[in-house]
C-alpha cells in the first residue's frame, strides 16, 4: 500500500525550508515538550524526514529510533542518522516497555484509528514513560483553515485571498489528514490509562502573519496551532 506521504518527501522538507520561522516555531514546543520529559530511550513516530530531529540533536535532545510508513521519507531519515523501520504505529511490532519517550510530531493527523495507536505507544513505554503528541488541534486557527481547504481541495479560492500564511503547506497533504481537537485526544489517552497530563503550545498568531517571526512556546492549548500533550504511563 502506498504511503501518503510517498513521491512528497523533497516537497515536505521544501515546505518547511520556505517558511523558515514557522518551522522554528513548530520546533519550539516540540523542544519544550521532549525537554519535559526522559528522552534517553525515544522513538519518533513518523519521524518524517528526519528534519525535526537533526535540529532537535543540534538543541541537545538526540532521537535516535524512528517509525515512518513512507519508504521515501524514511530513506531520508536513515541517511540522517536515524535508526528507522517503515510501517504505521497501528500496526507497529514494537518491544514492550523498551522506551521512555515516543512522541508523534504531527503525525496524528494522519491517523485514522488514534486509540490503536496510542495503545501501541502506550505498550511500549517503559512505566512512568511519557507520550508525547504535538499536532494542529481541529479547533485551531490553522485546522479550521486545513478542515476548508480540505472541503475545498485547494487554496485557489476568493474566500482565501488575504488569510493565507505565504506558502500554504501542500494541498496533498491536507486532503488526507484526520483531524482531532486537543480534548478529543487526552479523552483517548486517558481512557488508556496514561496521566497526569501536560500542554504547551505556539503559533498563536494568525495564518496569515504566521511566517512573519519565530514565536516561543507557552504552557496550555487554548490558543495555539501547534499543541503539545504530555502524559505519562
Known amino acids: 500500500m502506498k504511503a ?3 513521491g512528497y518527501a523533497n516537497k515536505y522538507d521544501e515546505w518547511f525550508m520556505e517558511n523558515e520561522n514557522m518551522y522554528l516555531t513548530e520546533l519550539n514546543v516540540v523542544e519544550m515538550a521532549l525537554k519535559s520529559v526522559n528522552t534517553e530511550k525515544s522513538l519518533s513516530v513518523g519521524c518524517g ?3 525535526f530531529e537533526v535540529s532537535l540533536k543540534d538543541r541537545g535532545i538526540t532521537i535516535t529510533d524512528g517509525l515512518e510508513p513512507s519508504e521515501d ?11 528507522v523501520i517503515v510501517g504505521i504505529i497501528e500496526d507497529a511490532k514494537l518491544e514492550e516497555e523498551h522506551y521512555d519517550c515516543i512522541y508523534l510530531n504531527g503525525s496524528s493527523t494522519y491517523i485514522e484509528d488514534l486509540e490503536s495507536a496510542y495503545k501501541t505507544v502506550y505498550k511500549a513505554l517503559k512505566p512512568g514513560g511519557h507520550i508525547v503528541v504535538i499536532d494542529v488541534p481541529k479547533e485551531s486557527p490553522f485546522g479550521i483553515l486545513y478542515q476548508f481547504a480540505s472541503h475545498a481541495k485547494t487554496f485557489d479560492l476568493p474566500n482565501f485571498e488575504g488569510i493565507l500564511p505565504k506558502s500554504p503547506y501542500p494541498i496533498e497533504l491536507i486532503t488526507s489528514t484526520v483531524m482531532t481537537t486537543t480534548p478529543e485526544k487526552r479523552d483517548i489517552l486517558e481512557n488508556i490509562g496514561f496521566k497526569d497530563f501536560k500542554y504547551y503550545q505556539t503559533l498563536t498568531t494568525n495564518p496569515a502573519y504566521s511566517d512573519d517571526y519565530v514565536e516561543e512556546a507557552v504552557e496550555g492549548y487554548d490558543k495555539g496551532s501547534y499543541v503539545a500533550i504530555v502524559a505519562e504511563k
Open 49 to 51: 524526514s528526519g528534519l
Open 73 to 83: 521519507m524514511a530513506a531520508i531519515a536513515e541517511k540522517r542518522g536515524l535508526n
Open 4 to 6: 501518503k506521504f510517498d
